[in-house]
């Protein structure tokens, strides 16, 4: 009979893509087994879009359940082996009610003591490890064997849209000329990550334009209303404001389509690497969030880092700190124009992914 691992990761899309490997490693350990991930509704687009995972389990659904019935659910996913990679304290006591066989998580959490069959000794704050292969150490009672190496952590970290473009919206990117790029500018977090700053990438965009290539912001639509004066006075540089018109399956889509994807260490960022994309994230070079723990994984990932390890005043004075905005829009443009080269010879390709 095949095993069926019900994977809870209850937080942000970036963090998400990063669980993705645990779901490919266990098709690895498990050939034929069934892999469900539990996550938030607005996560559903990426769990559909990996090709390790075979079920999305909604935990916004799960709530609206009586608490009789959220067992019930639990336990009709017929899952004998849980991994709390995410910790909540609600499915960990669930997971037990329902009868889960295996239930694994951390030592650092006292309801998992309570809960968990097997437990993890696991610190992320001081590890040297990326964020992805913290998560793949949950397998450790199914896989004890080693630490996986950051490049095959990688290579499980894929995406494919389930969903076609709109018409209009791939007229728009095959409008570009030859030696031109399409290029995503996301310069938002929602308060996830440390931001560039819209002087940076107002720069950037115009530095981008005056090479040649074409600008795409995106964002959510509270995002839009918040950078409206911003893309009125660079309206010029862009060659579409898409912030708010684009549901999480059809910017997959549009990333998978374009040829590169400018942010901080966002969701967004690490959707583009998944999806085999160039990716260039700009992080400060703080821990925990120095790209040492969040860099995007892919084979077209990059990232920019202002070299000062570990900065004081990025701890003490967060809201001060220049750190990375001492990354200069110069730098990012030349990367640019690596991607430049690396697309005329003819890569990123999708036989690579």
């Known amino acids: 009979m095949s095993r069926t691992f019900l994977i809870s990761r209850t937080d942000a899309i970036g963090d998400v893509v ?107 704050r001081h590890s040297p490890l990326h964020e992805a292969q913290l998560n793949l150490q949950l397998l450790r ?65 115009r530095l981008l334009h005056q090479a040649g290539h074409r600008v795409f912001i995106t964002g959510t639509a509270a995002e839009g209303e918040e950078l409206q004066a911003w893309l009125q006075t660079h309206a010029a540089y862009l060659a579409a404001d898409l912030t ?21 260490s966002t969701g967004p960022l690490h959707l583009a690497a998944a999806l085999c994309r160039h990716a260039l994230g700009l992080y400060p070079p703080i821990r925990p969030m120095h790209p040492g723990r969040w860099a995007p994984l892919g084979p077209y990932a990059h990232y920019l880092v202002h070299d000062k390890p570990n900065c004081q005043d990025c701890r003490t004075q967060p809201a001060s700190c220049v750190c990375i905005k001492a990354v200069e829009p110069s730098a990012v443009l030349t990367q640019v124009v690596r991607w430049v080269t690396s697309e005329a010879a003819g890569s990123p390709s999708s036989n690579v992914c």
């Open 141 to 205: 009672p199914l896989d004890p064997t080693r630490v996986v190496p950051l490049p095959e952590v990688a290579s499980l970290v894929r995406l494919t849209p389930t969903v076609p473009l709109r018409p209009e919206l791939q007229q728009l990117l095959e409008a570009r000329q030859p030696g031109q790029l399409n290029l995503i500018l996301h310069p938002r977090s929602r308060g996830s990550a440390r931001e560039w700053g819209l002087p940076h990438f107002g720069v950037l965009a």
């Open 244 to 264: 708010g018109q684009l549901g999480l399956p059809e910017f997959l889509a549009f990333i998978a389509a374009a040829d590169g994807l400018v942010a901080g």
């Open 18 to 124: 990063l669980t993705l490997p645990v779901a490919g490693r266990l098709k690895q350990l498990f050939p034929g087994c069934r892999v469900l991930l539990l996550g938030r509704t607005y996560t559903q687009a990426v769990a559909e879009a990996c090709p390790w995972i075979d079920v999305f389990v909604n935990f916004d659904a799960l709530q609206q359940l009586t608490p009789v019935a959220q067992v019930a659910a639990l336990r009709n996913t017929q899952a004998d082996t849980v991994l709390h990679v995410f910790p909540n304290q609600q499915l960990a006591w669930l997971a037990r009610k329902a009868g889960i066989r295996n239930r694994i998580g951390t030592r650092n959490r006292w309801f998992h003591w309570l809960t968990c069959t097997s437990l993890v000794a696991l610190s992320r």
